[in-house]
Structures are given as C-alpha cells and as structure tokens.
C-alpha cells in the first residue's frame, strides 16, 4: 500500500507559481499528477518514474511544469510556472500500480493510490 498526502496548492494570478508537493510512503513506484477541473473529467499532467530517469507531460503544460522527485525525501515535486486560468483544477498525487516502472503512463487505471487532492485556482 502507498499512501501519499499533497500539498501546496492556492490561489495565484494568472503567470505566477506554484509548488505542489507529494508525500509518499513508499519510494520505489512512479508518481504521477493529475488534475481535475470543473466539469471535467481527470487528466494526466505529468508523471516520474521512480528512479526520476523518465519524465511524461501534458503538452499543455510541457515548457511550464517541472516535475521532479527527491527520493531521499519520498517526494515528488510538480513546480507550475506561467499559469493560466485553464490550469484551474484540484490536483491529484497518484502511485502507479506497478513498482520499478521506468515508463511512465498516463492512463489513469495504472495508477491505483490518489492522495485526497490540492485545489489550485488560477484568476485572470
């Protein structure tokens, strides 16, 4: 079982920052960000893979987000620079179902642990 806890969400202006963190419980699995707005269905964002060697990104916000991963610290980072209103959603932690993945997916079902999610709301 992994348990992962989120945080760093908020409200910022439209081109400004944000830092999401993601606790982990367990090192050795790929972590992934998705994000779900307002009438939306979930989306991947952006995922690691456990050793940080593979990286996967929307195209909407690849040149924008960064993920990345301090394994000495069981957390994932997702740093959002340049936000725009779209990017409004709650934000969701998620543990692939697989340890030692190098391939990172974006299809929700290989994820099977979500954190309770971090609300980013971006105002224009």
């Known amino acids: 079982q992994v348990q992962l806890v989120e945080s760093g969400g908020g409200l910022v202006q439209a081109g400004g920052s944000l830092r999401l963190s993601c606790a982990a419980s367990r090192r050795d699995y790929a972590l992934a960000w998705f994000r779900q707005g307002p009438g939306k269905e979930r989306e991947f964002v952006a995922g690691i893979s456990w050793n940080g060697g593979s990286k996967n990104y929307r195209g909407s916000v690849a040149g924008r987000f960064t993920i990345s991963r301090d394994n000495a610290k069981n957390t994932v980072y997702l740093q959002m620079n340049s936000l725009k209103p779209e990017d409004t959603a709650v934000y969701y932690c998620?543990?692939?179902?697989?340890?030692?993945?190098?391939?990172?997916?974006?299809?929700?079902?290989?994820?099977?642990?979500w954190g309770q999610g971090t609300q980013v709301t971006v105002s224009s």
């Open positions: 998620a543990s692939d179902r697989s340890p030692l993945r190098v391939v990172v997916t974006s299809t929700p079902d290989d994820y099977n642990y």
